[in-house]
């Protein structure tokens, strides 16, 4: 069982939609990490939280926005995507004392844009 | 900088024969070293990870990887694969800066019965 939760599993969403992805973990991990995965490709980093403050931006379109309301949660709201922005997207946690870069990943949310 | 070769896209190998997947990286500093599996519609497993002491490390399921700094390498072996392996594996360095870690492209373990 993971422990980084991902929900929801899949979400569909019209190109006018706003929607949200959350993700929790209770692992005590003081960085967490959205990535963006398109079908066999390697994951791509969008944005780092770390003690809850946005340390990293992969320049990504501000049409993702990205929330971290506490230590143990991560939100990614949705506004306006394209269908190109249809992906897995995977939270994942870490450490950030003594960081190696090992990563816990969620199990994903599968985003479709119609 | 740092970056991550991993030259086969694909590697089709029978049910109890040996495979290896082969990973390369390039860095200016040490290195951390991870492999990670990921299942059909799964998010990615930590399989093993090379920090430092011992150049070769251990899977559960018997994956082993061995840290080779001459020849900056860390491809992953198992000597009887099962058709439960089937999956993308992806390795992944880290030269110090634990916010980004770079993923090679993925090799896809295809196990035929």
């Known amino acids: 069982d993971t422990e980084v939760t991902q929900t929801p599993k899949h979400l569909v969403m019209g190109m006018t939609n706003k929607k949200s992805l959350k993700c929790e973990q209770h692992m005590g991990h003081r960085a967490m990490y959205w990535y963006k995965q398109k079908a066999k490709k390697p994951p791509e980093l969008m944005f780092v939280y770390s003690y809850e403050k946005l340390s990293i931006n992969e320049s990504v379109p501000s049409r993702f926005s990205p929330e971290c309301p506490n230590s143990s949660l991560l939100n990614l709201h949705l506004h306006a995507l394209q269908p190109e922005d249809s992906a897995l997207y995977l939270c994942?946690?870490?450490?950030?004392?003594?960081?190696?870069?090992?990563?816990?990943f969620g199990e994903g949310s599968r985003l479709t844009v119609l | 900088a740092q970056s991550v070769t991993q030259l086969d896209s694909q590697v089709p190998v029978f049910e109890e024969a040996p495979v290896e997947l082969r990973c390369n990286y390039s860095?200016?500093?040490?290195?951390?070293l991870f492999w990670y599996v990921q299942y059909p519609n799964q998010g990615l497993q930590l399989l093993l990870k090379?920090?430092?002491?011992?150049?070769l490390v251990e899977s559960i399921n018997g994956f082993e990887a061995e840290f080779n700094k001459s020849q900056t390498s860390f491809h992953l072996r198992k000597p009887s694969v099962h058709i439960s392996d089937t999956a993308e594996y992806f390795c992944?360095?880290?030269?110090?800066?634990?916010?980004?870690?770079?993923f090679g492209t993925g090799t896809k373990l295809q196990v035929i019965p």
């Open positions: 860095s200016s500093v040490s290195v951390y």
């Open positions: 090379y920090l430092s002491g011992s150049t």
């Open positions: 992944a360095v880290n030269s110090g800066g634990y916010q980004k870690v770079t």
């Open positions: 994942a946690s870490s450490q950030v004392d003594y960081n190696t870069g090992e990563l816990f």
